[in-house]
């Protein structure tokens, strides 16, 4: 327990800001080559935001895309089920398993409750910023504009925390499985836990997918204007996630070793001691739940920016001749 890697919440924010400055930038300068509303704008911010040329044979792939991560979410959901099929050992593993649960539970119920009113703040605060700044580009509408960014950060932020609550949902359940398949069979604990975590990586690659297919499906040529909203909320909630969790487990491990081993002489991991029991809260809350977040935020995050780079590639090639 004491072998963790330090958490560096102000170098993440540092990170989550300059992903977040930088795909705006890259949003409001001009790219020779990509399609855009027309010359600068008078605006403060003086540049061309990125717009696609979006046709009838763009929907096509668009489908394909989105079948793919529906088809992720079905793999994800039948792994999970079949996490649930096994057996989940004797009473005393039960009830060991099942403090760890109410805890945990209870743990990320409590900060999603807490995040809710900063997360409604940046919504509107994104609103108002980016419909101020898309004022300036012509032939698009603003308002709607701003919109699709606030709901692209909300639709980030749900997408992360899902993909998290997910992955602690099923470790959780595969805790007590694999313990007791390994009292028979080394070869059928590792398949259980195999198979538990497939179940967050389909779910963190079916989210991402779907979340930016969603995007460019309703915002079509205008989605590069609101995707940096999507990237944001999902590495907003990564780092909420993870680094909650990371002091959560931290101080309740600290409480381990300095009450329980210390002054009551309890051995470690002994579920006598209480402390011991929120030790592995906050290993699901920091290290299943906000690992889960933090690689969804990975994922999507590289995600939007492949997408951006495509973009104006493409237009930089197809502006000098060259057939993409």
């Known amino acids: 327990m004491g072998n963790r890697q330090p958490r560096y919440p102000i170098c993440r924010i540092s990170c989550i800001w300059a992903d977040a400055v930088c795909l705006s930038e890259f949003n409001w300068h001009d790219h020779s080559g990509v399609r855009s509303g027309g010359g600068h704008g008078g605006g403060g911010h003086g540049g061309e935001a990125i717009q ?8 096509l792939p668009l489908y394909i895309v989105l079948g793919g991560a529906i088809l992720a979410l079905c793999f994800g959901y039948y ?18 398993g099942k403090a760890i649960q109410e805890g ?15 997360v409604i703040l940046i919504t ?48 959780l359940k595969a805790n007590m499985r694999v313990a007791h398949a390994a009292l028979s069979s080394f070869k059928n604990a590792l398949e259980i836990a195999f198979r538990a975590g497939a179940v967050s990586g389909m779910f963190t690659v079916g989210l991402g997918l779907l979340g930016a297919t969603i995007t460019f499906m309703v915002y079509q040529e ?74 969804f935020e990975s994922y ?13 590639v493409g237009g930089t090639l197809a502006a000098n001749g060259l057939v993409v």
């Open 222 to 295: 205008n989605a590069m204007f609101v995707l940096v909203g999507f990237g944001f909320g999902g590495s907003l909630a990564a780092l909420l996630m993870r680094v909650g969790g990371g002091i959560f487990t931290k101080a309740a491990d600290v409480g381990a070793d300095l009450v329980g081993k210390v002054e009551a002489g309890i051995p470690e991991d002994d579920p006598r001691n209480a402390a011991t029991i929120a030790d592995n809260v906050g290993d699901n809350v920091g290290d299943c739940a906000g690992m889960a977040a933090d690689v």
């Open 79 to 96: 792994w999970s089920r079949r996490t649930d099929k096994e057996s989940p050992g004797s009473e005393r593993m039960q009830s060991v």
């Open 52 to 59: 696609l040329p979006f046709g009838p044979d763009a929907w």
């Open 104 to 118: 945990a539970f209870a743990y990320l119920g409590r900060q999603v409750r807490t995040m809710i009113p900063l």
């Open 124 to 171: 509107v605060g994104l609103f108002f910023l980016y419909k101020a700044q898309y004022q300036s580009v012509p032939n698009v509408d603003a308002t709607s504009l701003g919109i699709g960014v606030a709901l692209a950060f909300l639709l980030g932020v749900t997408a992360s925390y899902l993909a998290g609550y997910v992955g602690m949902v099923v470790a």
């Open 300 to 312: 999507e995050v590289t995600l939007v920016a492949a997408i951006i780079l495509a973009a104006a």
